[in-house]
Antibody, heavy 121, light 107 residues
Framework: QVQLVESGGALVKPGGSLRLSCAAS????????MSWIRQAPGKGLESVSY????????YYADSVKGRFTISRDNAKNSLYLHMNSLTAEDTAVYFC??????????????WGQGTLVTVSS | DIQMTQSPSTLSASVGGRVTITCRAS??????LAWYQQKPGKAPKLLIY???TLETGVPSRFSGSGSGTEFNFTISSLQPDDFATYYC?????????FGQGTKVDIK
């Protein structure tokens, strides 16, 4: 079955950088768009970024545009999120999620367990 | 960006009761709307997509309706396992936005 395992979450100082990884298995990774979604402590869900199966189309939330970069390695069945210039507002659990199709005109249908990013001095 | 306004933010209901949550979009989103269920400490679970299509394996007591800017999510007979937070989400190739969430707790 579909399995998504995030890693890389950590405590980082404001202004710092971090790279999150998501290892995917149980499905043909190269056929599906992938997404990062975050949830601040006690708050709702926010779509951070997604990338189509080919990597050609990318979406970023305005809150992270210019600071975060999504990438994928279809040969390694892996998704990444490079995060720069982190602020306290980026503190959240970051979920990796799989789309129902190759493009973003369908929702995500599987999620990882999440990895916690804490930005604090 | 399209804004999604979900209401109510909290509702109390009894086992066996009927629950309806509303989600309004700031502009026409056709039927590109999903509903998710999230329990504390867990990842969300997709219940409904394209406004009214039930995800495989989801019980039929869950349903969705609407198109354009107004959408409803209904649980016809609330079960103990249904006490959770529910989110609507608009999605398309260029943007995606979640509603604020509705916490369903025990009356």
């Amino acid at each position: 079955q579909v399995q998504l395992v995030e890693s890389g979450g950590a405590l980082v100082k404001p202004g710092g950088s971090l790279r999150l990884s998501c290892a995917a298995s149980g499905f043909r990774f190269s056929d599906y768009y992938m997404s990062w979604i975050r949830q601040a402590p006690g708050k709702g869900l926010e779509s951070v970024s997604y990338m189509t199966s080919s990597g050609r189309d990318i979406y970023y939330a305005d809150s992270v545009k210019g600071r975060f970069t999504i990438s994928r390695d279809n040969a390694k069945n892996s998704l990444y999120l490079h995060m720069n210039s982190l602020t306290a507002e980026d503190t959240a659990v970051y979920f990796c999620a799989k789309g129902k199709g190759s493009y973003g005109s369908v929702p995500v249908d599987s999620w990882g367990q999440g990895t916690l990013v804490t930005v604090s001095s | 960006d399209i804004q999604m306004t979900q209401s109510p933010s909290t509702l109390s209901a009894s086992v066996g009761g009927r629950v309806t949550i509303t989600c309004r979009a700031s502009e026409n989103i056709n039927v590109l709307l999903a509903w998710y269920q999230q329990k504390p400490g867990k990842a969300p679970k997709l219940l409904i997509y394209r406004a009214s299509t039930l995800e495989t394996g989801v019980p039929s007591r869950f349903s969705g309706s609407g198109s354009g800017t107004e959408f409803n999510f209904t649980i016809s007979s609330l079960q103990p396992d249904d006490f959770a937070t529910y989110y609507c989400q608009h999605y398309n190739r260029y943007s995606r936005t979640f509603g604020q969430g509705t916490k369903v707790d025990i009356k």
